[in-house]
T-cell receptor, first 114, second 114 residues
Framework: DTGVSQNPRHKITKRGQNVTFRCDPISEHNRLYWYRQTLGQGPEFLTYFQNEAQLEKSRLLSDRFSAERPKGSFSTLEIQRTEQGDSAMYLC????????????FGQGTRLTVV | GENVEQHPSTLSVQEGDSAVIKCTYSDSASNYFPWYKQELGKGPQLIIDIRSNVGEKKDQRIAVTLNKTAKHFSLHITETQPEDSAVYFCAATSINTNAGKSTFGDGTTLTVKP
């Protein structure tokens, strides 16, 4: 297994456009997290899936954001009507369930809204 | 919610010296404290972690200490090398209530001068 994979690595979009990012977690991991990281700050939690169920969403996740994890495998994060403030690195992490388990991060998708 | 503060924001040391990064957290329910290293253009990578029932943990040149009473935890890197240069993040997690969701500090940029 090559770890958590995120695509695309970079995305430049015009304000108002929709964008979608994909995350492929480590295959046996049933927990999947999305975080957002802006320059000079640590990752901020956006949302969490256990298998296909989205169990928690941060208030940072406005109604323009939606995340899915069909069949409990890969996940997508969509941002509608992008704004310049959405420019950030979007990180995906996965872990196995139960106890003190390490979260493995992907390399992220850097979004620039112009 | 949980709040994690991390100091210093930047740290420059000479190769071979030690480096110490300190974090405080606010939520007494936090019981798992991972430390991540993030290199440019990459996602965070776990380097060491500590559970709330342990006061200290060491792995080669890296050690972490935890003071639950004071809600402090620290990362110690000895015999620093230029390849240790990166951004380091501390995080606090409540595995019982938040299913592994972590709250991160804002990071410390460590520069090791050869």
């Amino acid at each position: 297994d090559t770890g958590v994979s995120q695509n695309p690595r970079h995305k430049i979009t015009k304000r108002g456009q929709n964008v979608t990012f994909r995350c492929d977690p480590i295959s046996e991991h049933n927990r999947l997290y999305w975080y957002r990281q802006t320059l000079g700050q640590g990752p901020e939690f956006l949302t969490y899936f256990q298998n296909e169920a989205q169990l928690e969403k941060s208030r940072l996740l406005s109604d323009r954001f939606s995340a899915e994890r069909p069949k409990g495998s890969f996940s997508t994060l969509e941002i509608q009507r992008t704004e310049q403030g959405d420019s950030a690195m979007y990180l995906c992490a996965s872990s196995s369930q139960g106890g003190y388990t390490e979260a493995f991060f992907g390399q992220g998708t850097r979004l620039t809204v112009v | 919610g949980e709040n994690v503060e991390q100091h210093p924001s930047t740290l420059s040391v000479q190769e071979g010296d030690s480096a110490v990064i300190k974090c405080t957290y606010s939520d007494s329910a936090s019981n798992y404290f991972p430390w991540y290293k993030q290199e440019l253009g990459k996602g965070p990578q776990l380097i060491i972690d500590i559970r709330s029932n342990v006061g200290e943990k060491k792995d080669q040149r890296i050690a972490v200490t935890l003071n639950k009473t004071a809600k402090h935890f620290s990362l110690h890197i000895t015999e620093t090398q230029p390849e240790d240069s990166a951004v380091y993040f501390c995080a606090a997690t409540s595995i019982n209530t938040n299913a592994g969701k972590s709250t991160f500090g804002d990071g410390t940029t460590l520069t090791v001068k050869p």
